[in-house]
């Protein structure tokens, strides 16, 4: 997989693995992630954190301290697979996790979602609650996590008018991704449900959500 990086700033750097929101990608991506957290020499070198995109990857480190062009080539032998941990992903690392979340399918946007897929309300539960979902990255809000494993046919532009006010706990399809807001906020996904929010502050990328309708 080809990857190129760049300046954000003087103390990130961010390297991008392409443009689509891809399984493959994030799937290196999350790799990637999983790895130079764990990874000793990337610390020593200045790595501070690492966080994780759909396709892209930024490393942060103090610019004072940090052996810039030993991070570079330490996260290239990572993504490259030149490394005992990029070769043996997970072993000693952190596992993902996987987190069931009870959805009562009474979103606003329910029955939107199903007629522009073509579909029951009651199919695009059986959908929802059928699909592992990897949690690609964290953003938006702190905790609201993006969602890819979503069935192609329930994929769902976003609502032409943002709602100034979307419940927290809410289930939303944004495009071809899912997502659950932690807490009240504007938001312009199409909502299909509602959950117990809290549970999202322990769960990060790479982790696994399934859905069990209540």
């Not at 009562?104 to 959908?127: M, P």
Request: net charge positive; aromatic share 8%; charged share 25%.
């Amino acid at each position: 997989m080809r990857w190129k990086h760049a300046y954000l700033g003087e103390s990130c750097l961010c390297w991008t693995l392409g443009t689509n929101i891809d399984p493959d990608t994030s799937a290196a991506v999350l790799a990637a992630y999983r790895t130079l957290k764990r990874d000793r020499t990337a610390r020593r070198l200045g790595v501070l954190d690492t966080v994780p995109a759909y396709a892209s990857l930024a490393v942060y480190f103090d610019p004072a301290t940090a052996d810039v062009s030993g991070i570079i080539r330490q996260v290239r032998d990572i993504l490259g697979g030149r490394t005992p941990d990029a070769r043996h992903l997970g072993r000693g690392a952190r596992r993902a996790r996987d987190f069931v979340f009870t959805v009562r399918y009474d979103g606003e946007d329910l029955a939107h979602v199903a007629s522009r897929s073509g579909l029951t309300e009651r199919a695009v539960v059986k959908l929802t609650t059928s699909s592992r979902f990897t949690v690609a990255m964290i953003g938006f809000l702190p905790h609201f996590p993006y969602l890819i494993g979503l069935d192609r046919r329930l994929a769902t532009p976003r609502r032409d008018s943002p709602r100034p006010r979307v419940p927290a706990g809410s289930v939303a399809i944004g495009g071809a991704q899912a997502g659950i807001y932690p807490r009240e906020s504007p938001g312009g996904w199409n909502l299909i449900g509602t959950t117990d929010p809290r549970r999202l502050a322990a769960v990060l990328p790479g982790d696994t959500i399934l859905f069990r309708e209540a």
